[in-house]
């Protein structure tokens, strides 16, 4: 997209194409985290788990690869991994996106991490801009609503990480890291606001 280079598109296509063959467990729709050296997922506990945050980053990817690559295929692989990350992924007390689930989308890991919900914003908003379904931007509002509350810290301007079980924010220091998560949440929003996609009645 920034450069029409045919070896950055290579790439693309090489890293997408992977993705559908092998990171994407045809079972559930969701993309695991843990392989072996051959691109099969890894034995035992760890080739089971699934993220509900890389759930909403690679659909995000793979939805603007499907536009590029004309590949139906891959639009349909990212909307099944929001479903996940924005269903089984989301704990309906807290209202936020966990670190992982298992295969059979039971929870593994109850943490919230910040990155998660900028993720879940940029897919939910990007999902409405491509298939023209409001539903998706309730997927939006849900990871803007839960991203507001990494936000509540004493001094303004920094954020929390991990949201436990029970409410309450694992006190250290904030990672740097976290800022190109919301910056990006941020950009994708306001690309739907300049491009007249989000309207005063979407949520």
């Known amino acids: 997209e920034a450069g029409g280079d045919a070896g950055w598109r290579a790439m693309a296509d090489e890293i997408a194409e992977l993705a559908l063959a092998k990171f994407i467990d045809p079972a559930s729709g969701g993309l695991r985290e843990y392989y072996d050296g051959d691109w099969n997922p890894a034995p035992g506990l760890a080739g089971r788990i699934i993220e509900p945050g890389h759930q909403f980053e690679w659909a995000w990817l793979l939805l603007r690869w499907s536009r590029l690559a004309d590949r139906q295929d891959a639009a349909a692989a990212a909307l099944r991994m929001i479903e996940i990350g924005d269903g089984p ?7 936020v996106a966990v670190f992982s ?3 059979d989308m039971s929870v593994h890991e ?5 990155w998660a919900q900028t993720e879940r914003i940029k897919a939910g908003v990007l999902a409405a801009k491509v298939t023209g379904d ?3 931007w309730d997927t939006a509002a849900g990871g803007a609503e839960g991203l507001l509350k990494y936000f ?3 001094v303004k301007g920094l954020w929390r990480d991990k949201l436990l079980a029970d409410g309450t924010f694992v006190d250290e220091a904030a990672p740097a890291s976290s800022f190109y998560h919301i910056v990006c ?3 994708e929003l306001d690309q739907a606001l300049a491009d007249g996609a989000y309207g005063s009645g979407q949520a």
Request: proline content about 12%.
């Open 89 to 95: 992924g989301v704990d309906p007390v807290r209202g």
């Open 101 to 103: 689930l298992l295969d």
């Open 110 to 114: 109850d943490v919230a991490r910040l």
């Open 134 to 136: 409001p539903r998706w």
């Open 152 to 154: 509540d810290t004493p």
């Open 185 to 187: 949440a941020i950009l």
